[in-house]
């Protein structure tokens, strides 16, 4: 099947500074990934869908500014979490899905496990 | 409204014990996709299988089953034999239309010796 990798896999930062994540899908090309945020025992929770050379959707309640996500090719997006406080450790989540293709699954990466001391 | 639901928040088995895992999904879409999906320990999401709405055959991957059953809109899946490998959490997923993946809460599922 079609391969997502998310860089890295394991992040601790201190409060205060900022983190970037990266979901790369390998081969084929994504139009669409979306950010999901798992919480411990928790099921998976939608932050937010990016398109390729647009702005992302937020879901309600997931604050644009402190979650900023960059999708500037049909083959990588970012997200990057600001100025990082504890609360916002937790494991993080991309999968990506070539809409272009209407019979395809979504494609998940390995996930990222955010700690902010 | 777009749902899922996964009654079963936790299972235990023990080993060779068959276990099925109940996902009830709620559209008003004509067509949409279904998934399973399993989280190891490890935390990364593993693709098992994909149904859209037009497939009501069951399917059976090895000691995987998959029962739909647009009737009712339930999408079970059934481990046969269980493992402790197959301990994990498992989430049941809808993409109505072609919208965003809807999970359920997820049944975790722990197979002991």
């Known amino acids: 099947g079609a391969v997502v990798s998310q860089h890295p896999s394991r992040v601790i930062c201190k409060s205060g500074t900022s983190v970037k994540i990266e979901c790369r899908s390998l081969d084929f090309q994504a139009t669409t990934m979306f950010w999901y945020r798992q919480f411990p025992k928790k099921s998976l929770m939608l932050m937010a869908t990016s398109n390729e050379g647009s702005k992302a959707t937020y879901e309600q309640g997931v604050e644009k500014d402190k979650f900023l996500i960059n999708h500037a090719s049909l083959t990588l997006s970012t997200l990057t979490v600001t100025s990082a406080h504890p609360e916002d450790s937790s494991f993080y989540i991309c999968?990506?899905?070539?809409?272009?293709?209407?019979?395809?699954?979504?494609?998940f990466g390995q996930g990222t496990r955010l700690t902010v001391v | 409204a777009q749902k899922v639901t996964q009654a079963q928040t936790e299972i235990s088995v023990v080993e060779k014990e068959d276990v099925t895992l109940d996902c009830v999904y709620e559209?008003?879409?004509?067509?949409?996709?279904l998934f399973w999906y399993k989280q190891p320990p490890s935390g990364e999401l593993v693709f098992l299988i994909r149904r859209n709405s037009f497939d009501e055959q069951n399917e059976i991957s090895g000691r995987y089953s998959w029962n739909f059953q647009k009737s009712t809109s339930s999408f079970n899946f059934t481990i046969t034999a269980s493992q402790v490998v197959d301990s994990a959490v498992y989430f049941c997923a809808l993409i109505p239309g072609f919208q965003k993946l809807v999970f359920g809460t997820g049944t975790r599922l722990l197979v002991s010796p």
């Open positions: 559209t008003r879409d004509t067509t949409y996709y």
């Open positions: 999968s990506a899905r070539d809409l272009g293709q209407k019979n395809t699954e979504a494609f």
